[in-house]
């Protein structure tokens, strides 16, 4: 060890001892997010075993009465539950079927404009939507879907759809609003990683390609595909990762009494059941539930994964 | 058989594919803006003309009592000053946090280092879920405080690890060897020297971070009970998705039951548009910035 010289180690022959007291700024740096973290997500963490006790404010998190799987069994027995937890799962299976694939199809012609200006453009008129708040987009949904004089009831009655259709009301056309919105929304920011991955695309690969007289199809099909591949499989891991994680918020927003059947979702239900009726220990078992299933789902994407192209995440 | 036509008349395949690129991309331009546009339009247009459908593509009978009637809503103004209130607070801390965080757990030299980027990294896949967070903030006391939206969400993992990424690929260690031979402390050389260096990343953050508070309502329906305090996005539920105009807005209003839902309906148009409006004028200023944002992250340690 004597015969390094640089700093770091020499630092590294030192006592643990020395070394802490050497770093001692950066401690104090991490003490804020490390306290923070500790207090709002690792209390809440142990707060959990609330899901097993009858919780009431006055006793606390660990001194409310012990129930065991009671609201697990409550939850289960609801009528609601298979609904809800088939609702959970269509809308995010769904969602990723649609909104998946068109972001990479996107970049890929993207990456294609030769006007670089024009690219540019084209950037940023795509990515405006994803800057607008989720209220705002689903009090749009709600004025263009408007049975009278929203702007897709009339191109839908100009298509020759009947008139007077509520599809706001409508479980049947809840996932379609839902998922084409998103793609509206995000496809084209979902773009930008896919075009960094392109951006780094060695030039002369291209070059080459063309002078062996390969047209831009074939180029995109044996040059650039490739290159995303690794970065799509991440992605794809990631997205069913957190399928039973669909956005509580477009779901909640988009809710009617009416259209129920189809968005009432898991984390709709622990909103409800939670903050609205004040059964707190109900909601978190049920959230509990949730959480354990998609653990479960990443875990088995990740093995998955790792067998079939030695790409992973965790 | 399109190939050999194309080549009579002198184009290659990759000409063709160039106009179909083209003509692709302004349809999906179209189509991705023109929702906007008609807001826009309609939010200055007689409500009576965009309901008969005469505004699909300029203004009819321009009017911005929309407009007036929003800004006089004491609930949409009340909503605008906590919204940027809750913003810059927000962004700071959050901000502040994330680099802080990412800059020490990119010294490698650090004692714990991997055991407490652990104890981060574990939180992005396990929490304790809405009412346990919600019990613990309640018992704190923080509910109806800012702090409430702010403090639960702590440090974006990710970013931490984006910003320790960037500390590690883009910033050569000579550096702070030179700094500390200078006799610069390790707080001095954070400050002075790696902050400085940092901008780009630190560009990203503050607008993402940004964005992120200023949509925000989900944090308010949660934690803010009072409502003098909701953020903008909270007050504009009551009138896009409720679609309860406020009494104050609806005020002095000769005409019946028609023309109070047809003002409602400017409203709307008028009070999406300011909404919006801040952010979609902001994010073209760091376009340039978004890949570098997404790249670095990409890099994994």
Known sequence: MSKLKSATAVQAGHSLGRRIAKHWEYYLLLLIPIVITAVFKYAPIYGVQIAFRDFNPVDGFFGSEWVGLKWFERFFSNYNSTRMITNTVLLSLYSILWTFPIPIVLSLFINQLKNKKFQRVTQTVIYAPHFISVMVLCGMLRIFLSPTGGLISTLAQFLGAPANLNFIDSSSAFRTIYISSSIWQDAGWGTIIYLATLSSVDVSLHEAAKVDGANTWQRILHIDIPVLVPIIVIQLIMSFGSLMNVGFEKAFLLQTPLNKETSEIISTYVYEQGLLKAMYSFSTAVNLFNTAVNIVLLAVVNWVCKRLSDVSFI | MKETTAKKRGLSSDRIFDIFNYALMAVIMIVVAYPLYYVLIASISNPYEVYAGHTFLLPADMTFEGYARVFKEPAIAMGYLNSIWYTVLGTVVTVAMTITTGYCMSKKTLPFRRAIMLFFVFTMYFNGGLIPTYLVVSKLQLLDSVWALILPG?????????????????????????????????????????????????????????????????????????????????????????????????????????EANKIKELIKFASIVVGSVPMLIAYPFVQKYFEKGFTVGAVKG
């Open chain 2, 154 to 258: 702590g440090i974006s993992v990710y970013n931490v690890i984006v910003t320790r990424t960037f500390f590690e690929t883009s910033v050569p260690g000579e550096i702070y060897e030179a700094a500390s031979i200078d006799g610069s402390g390790n707080l001095g050389t954070y400050f002075k020297i790696a902050l400085p260096l940092a901008k780009p990343i630190i560009a990203v953050m503050v607008i993402f971070t940004m964005v992120g508070y200023w949509n925000d309502w989900y944090q308010a329906l949660i934690y803010m009970n009072d409502k003098a305090k909701y953020p903008l996005q909270l007050a504009l539920r009551q009138i896009l998705i409720q679609s309860q105009a406020m009494t104050s807005m609806m005020g002095n209003m000769d005409g019946g039951y028609a």
